[in-house]
């Protein structure tokens, strides 16, 4: 099992910036690639970002490229989502996500989901 708890949410204004954490417990973090996803009002959840194991691959969906990046740190057990030039359509939960296999989070069949952050964009 893997626990996933994210933290860092909040409401800014447009083009203000936020970091996402996502704190992971249970087995070892290093095992998995992680990934971010976005839920708004109305909206099936959305893929945001991925990171391999070893944080040397990345992946964005098309409306964060340029404005959003996610980096990992193994030794905290912990991923991150920064996000700058926030824009009031970027409103929604954000979800950390984790599973062994990276395509399997850019397709939203993960593992293990975390509880969701609110983050709220005013324009």
């Known amino acids: 099992q893997v626990q996933l708890v994210e933290s860092g949410g909040g409401l800014v204004q447009a083009g203000a910036s936020l970091r996402l954490s996502c704190a992971a417990s249970?087995?070892?973090?290093?095992?998995?690639?992680m990934g971010w996803f976005r839920q708004a009002p109305g909206k099936e959840r959305e893929f945001v970002a991925a990171?391999?194991?070893?944080?040397?691959?990345?992946g964005y969906t098309d409306s964060v490229k340029g404005r959003f990046t996610i980096a990992r740190d193994n030794a905290k057990n912990t991923v991150y989502l920064q996000m700058n030039s926030l824009k009031p359509e970027d409103t929604a939960v954000y979800y950390c996500?984790?599973?062994?296999?990276?395509?399997?989070?850019?397709?939203?069949?993960?593992?293990?989901w975390g509880q969701g952050t609110q983050v709220t964009v005013s324009s």
């Open positions: 996500a984790a599973d062994p296999v990276l395509p399997r989070i850019v397709g939203g069949r993960v593992a293990y």
């Open positions: 990171i391999s194991r070893g944080g040397d691959t990345t």
């Open positions: 249970g087995r070892t973090f290093s095992s998995y690639s």
